[in-house]
C-alpha cells in the first residue's frame, strides 16, 4: 500500500499489506512523519479495510474515492444489468445480447472495425443494458467539470437519470457511486479527481501496487 501526497507528488510512505493493521500503520507513520493538520481528505478505494483505517487515524478527515474505482463500480452496474437482462431475452430465444460482455466493457476507442458496427447495432435497440451504458459514459463527464458548482449540478442530474431509468440493476449504480458521494463533500470529490492525472503519473515511477494514497 502507498500513500501519496497529491499536492507535492511525492510518495509519503509505503506498507506491505491491505488489511487494517497494516493500513493503520501507514497512516500513523505517515501522521508521524508530517505536519497533517491542514489535511482536508483521504482518496482511495473502496477496500473497507482503507475506509476504516482512515478513519480511526484521521477521524475528522473526509474520505473520498477515487475515479479508477467509480468506473469500475460503474462497469459491474453495467455488466449486471446485461446479465439480468439477458436471462430474460434467453427465456424468449431472444440472442440479441448473448456474447457482448467485454463490448459494453471495451473502449469504443479501442474497438475493431467489427465490434464497433455491432456495437453501434446494440446501442440503437431498446435495450436496458444499452441505457445503463450510456448512465455510465455520462458520468464521466463530471470530470471535465471546472467549478464545484457545476459540479454539483452534474451530478444531481446524472443522479436523478439514474433513478429515474428503472434499469435492471439500479443498485449497483447507486450503492456504488451515487450514494457513495451522497455521503461525502463534493467539494472534495472534484477537488482530488481534477489532480487525479499527477497521481497516475507518478505511479509510472514507482514499483509497488498502488491501492491507497493520501492527500
Known sequence: SIA???????????????DKKSSQKLLRSVKSKND?????????????????ASREVFP???IVHDKFHIIKYLNNGVDKTRKIENTKLSKHKD??????KYLFLKNPDNMTEKQSLRFEELKKMNLKTSKAWQIKENFKGFYNVERINSGKFFFNAWYN??????LLAVDDF???TAK??????????????VTY????????KVQTESEFYNH
Open 4 to 18: 501519496y501526497d497529491l499536492v507535492r507528488g511525492k510518495v509519503l510512505e509505503v506498507m506491505k499489506g491491505r
Open 36 to 52: 497533517c493538520n491542514n489535511l482536508q481528505a483521504v482518496s482511495m478505494d473502496m477496500w473497507k479495510s482503507y475506509i476504516n
Open 60 to 62: 475528522s478527515v473526509d
Open 95 to 100: 440472442k440479441s445480447l448473448k456474447r457482448t
Open 161 to 166: 437519470d439514474v433513478i429515474n431509468s428503472y
Open 174 to 176: 447507486l450503492s456504488s
Open 180 to 193: 457513495v458521494a451522497k455521503k461525502i463533500k463534493i467539494f472534495f470529490l472534484f477537488l482530488i479527481l
Open 197 to 204: 492525472n499527477k497521481y497516475c503519473s507518478a505511479l509510472d
